[in-house]
């Protein structure tokens, strides 16, 4: 009894997945280009990045600034 019930599930499952199948067959070349939203979306906000390149480049000019100052020994 119990493995009767087993294969009838089975069956069950393989016919929801074979309906499900040919439905996406049917829509086969109807599909967007691409999944993924075609925003600009930064992990980082504007005023933030800013701020970090400011400090990068602020930092490499004080360096250069301070390097040619001291006569190249640092």
């Known amino acids: 009894m119990l493995a009767c019930q087993n294969v009838t599930t089975s069956k069950r499952l ?3 997945k074979v ?8 829509k086969r070349g109807s599909v967007p280009e691409t999944t993924s939203k075609k925003g600009y979306d930064y992990p980082v906000g504007p ?4 701020f970090f390149i ?3 480049i602020g930092s ?3 360096q ?3 390097t ?3 006569g190249g020994m640092a």
Do not use: D, H, P, Y
């Open 64 to 66: 250069i600034i301070r």
């Open 19 to 26: 309906a499900k199948f040919q439905k996406n067959i049917m």
């Open 60 to 62: 490499s000019l004080f």
């Open 68 to 70: 040619a100052t001291s």
């Open 14 to 16: 393989a016919e929801k």
């Open 54 to 56: 400011f400090v990068v």
């Open 47 to 50: 005023i933030l990045l800013g």
